[in-house]
Each structure stands twice: as C-alpha cells, then as structure tokens.
C-alpha cells in the first residue's frame, strides 16, 4: 500500500502553518507566527487575515518540497474550520477547498481543539485510553474526558477568559509585548523568593469550570495602589516584577491543578493530557509533573513546538480522521465557535 500523506494547514489565528503528516509521523512542518501583532497588544482579526494570505502559499509549498511530494501525491489535505477568528480561518479553509476541487483530494475541516488534543499523541506516541485531558491556551482552557478519537465528554471550561488570554493581559498591565506567557513563564521559573499572593477562584456549581477574570482584577488592583501608569503600562521596579509573574503563574497553576486533581479522583483515568500554548510554560508543567508523581498517573504534555498553534496538530489530526473515513463537503463552512 502507499503511504499515507496528509496535507495540514492552521489559520485560526496569529499562526500561519502547514505541515505534512504521512502515516500518521510529522515529516514536513512550517510554523510561523504573526509578529506584526505585537505592537497592538493583541491579535487584530484584519491584519491576521491579510497575513495569512501572504504567509499560507509559500508555506504550502515549503512543507510539500521539504517532504519531497507532489499535490498529486497526497490523500488528503486538512484546515482547521473552528473555533477561531471568522477571516482567518476563511483563508485557510478555502486554500484546503482550492487544493482539494484540483487536484481531487479528500478534503477535512478540522476542529482546533481536537487538533491540540491529539498533538500529544503525534508528538509523544499511543496514549492510553481513557484520559483526562486538559487543553489550555489563549482563547481555551476545558477539561475534557477522552474516550477515543472523537469520543469526548466536556466536563469543565472557563466561564470568562482563558489561562493564556489571562497572561496576555496581565502582560499589557506590566509593559510586556503580546503575548506575554513565555515572559511572565520565564521570570516566574527564574524567581527564588516569596511570590504575591493573589486570590484563586473556586467556583461552586461546577467545581470544573475555570475563571480567571477576577485574577485579573487582582492584578489590576495590586498594580494601581502601587505604581504610576504609563499608557497601558504600569511602572513596576525591576526587582519587583518577577515576584509578581511568580504570584500570576502560581495562582494559574494552583487553578489548573486543583481542576484536574478533582476530575482524575471522580473519574477512572489511565493518564493525563495537557495541551495548547500555555501547556508550553516549564513553570507550569514543573507543577503538573509533582502532580502526576504524587498521584501515581502518567503525564504527557506536547514539547513547546506541539503546544502552541502549528500545522502539524491538523495534519495528524487530519490523517486520524482520514482513517475513519471521514471527508468533509466542498461546501464547509467556518465555524469561528465550534466546541468540541
Ligand atoms: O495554543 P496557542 O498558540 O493559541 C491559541 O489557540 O490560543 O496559545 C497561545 C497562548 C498565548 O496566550 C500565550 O501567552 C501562551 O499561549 N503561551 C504561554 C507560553 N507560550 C505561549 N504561556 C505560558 N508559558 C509559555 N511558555
Ligand atoms: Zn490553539
């Protein structure tokens, strides 16, 4: 039999990616981030369309030379259709649906959920079912329990913003550049002394779901008594803000945590998955892995590379769906909320 080679594209956000998958192990893959967002403190839905434009064809045909393919060689091609920002995922779904509509190929819109998810495994081997998985990013933070592929039962999400949205705020706050999690990550790892406390929210109807808007308050508060504001920035001494990125990531992580330590204890679970781009910070896998020991339950978390938004996620994604015989209509539509 041939082999197997799934085309994935990634537009969702600030990320233009592609990647090429073939039985189901990476060989090509082209990530590059948007870096013109930056200077705006967020993500801005135009400029990420515009870009991804530009960004998507050279990438597409980067990955097929790396890999040494041809359009004509592929059994598929995969785009990520939701959730995400509308214009940007319009870019990447229909350059799929150009490439599917010429040269004859299966076409898979994919869910970037369920993409994160299933990153661990392409990343790191077969994951024992069932697991929990906890898939936490900047527009996400949900624990999900995972039976099988597709087989999912949401069990807790955040009721305002996402972990990484959080970091990305808080980072405006103390004058970091957007996005702020690897810095706030970085300075909370290097920080030996006592971090500032901030309150956790704990909520009472679900004890899975996750807030993190009061956090930001807290912040907000700690930072005004204290310093002058300088634009969007207060003016924090040096020596003072790593103890308050220590307090951030602590908080965060102590959220995290306690979640997924209730969900492993009600439910019967043969391990735990974390994913998306906040799964990147040391800071906070340092955390899950005292967890998985005490708990005596395999941890398995992506490297960097597979945490944050990439192409590769979406082909393996792609080449899993593939091989249940799933293709989607030339009619696919975005889906800028789709849940998982
Ligand atoms: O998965 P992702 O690339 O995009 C979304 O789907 O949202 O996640 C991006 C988020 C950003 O909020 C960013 O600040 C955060 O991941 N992030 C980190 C780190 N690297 C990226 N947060 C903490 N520590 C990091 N090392
Ligand atoms: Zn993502």
């Not at 309150?199 to 008594?225: C, I, M, Q, W």
């Not at 593939?322 to 849940?339: G, H, K, Y």
Request: charge should be negative; aromatic fraction near 8%; proline fraction near 6%.
């Amino acid at each position: 039999m041939s082999p197997t080679a799934v085309l994935g594209i990634e537009t969702s956000c600030d990320e233009t990616a592609a990647a090429i998958v073939v039985d189901g192990k990476l060989v090509a893959d082209r990530t590059t981030r948007q870096i013109l967002h930056e200077q705006y403190g967020g993500v801005v839905p135009e400029l990420a369309s515009r870009s991804h434009q530009q960004l998507l064809g050279p990438a597409v045909e980067g990955v097929l030379s790396d890999a040494g393919l041809t359009v004509s060689e592929l059994a598929a091609v995969a785009a990520t259709s939701g959730p995400g920002l509308a214009g940007a995922l319009l870019v990447g779904v229909s350059f799929a649906k150009g490439l599917s509509l010429s040269a004859n190929l299966p076409l898979l819109g994919i869910n970037h959920l369920e993409a994160h998810l299933w990153s661990a495994e392409l990343a790191l081997g077969e994951l024992p079912l069932p697991f929990l998985a906890l898939i936490v990013s900047g527009g996400h933070t949900l624990l999900v329990e995972v039976k099988g592929f597709g087989a999912y039962r949401r069990l807790g999400s955040t009721r305002d913003d996402a972990a990484g949205e959080l970091f990305d705020k808080v980072g405006r706050m103390m004058g970091i550049a957007f996005p702020a999690g690897a810095v706030l990550d970085r300075e909370a790892l290097e920080f030996d002394g006592e971090p500032i406390w901030f309150p956790r929210a704990r909520l009472r109807d679900n004890p899975l779901d996750f807030s993190f808007s009061g956090l930001k308050t807290a912040v907000l508060y700690y930072l005004r008594e204290r310093y002058p504001r300088l634009g969007t920035a207060y003016e924090i001494p040096a020596e003072v803000r790593p103890a308050i990125s220590a307090g951030v990531m602590t908080a965060v992580g102590e959220m995290l945590v306690a979640r997924a330590t209730i969900a492993l204890e009600d439910g019967n679970y043969e391990a735990l998955v974390v994913t998306g781009g906040v799964a990147s910070s040391s800071f906070l896998r340092n955390g899950f892995q005292t967890m998985s020991n005490r708990m005596g339950i395999p941890l398995f978390i992506p490297p960097p590379g597979f945490c944050t938004d990439n192409g590769a996620m979406v082909a393996y994604a792609g080449y899993r769906r593939l091989s249940l015989n799933d293709r989607s209509p030339l009619t696919l539509a975005v889906d800028p909320a789709a849940r998982l």
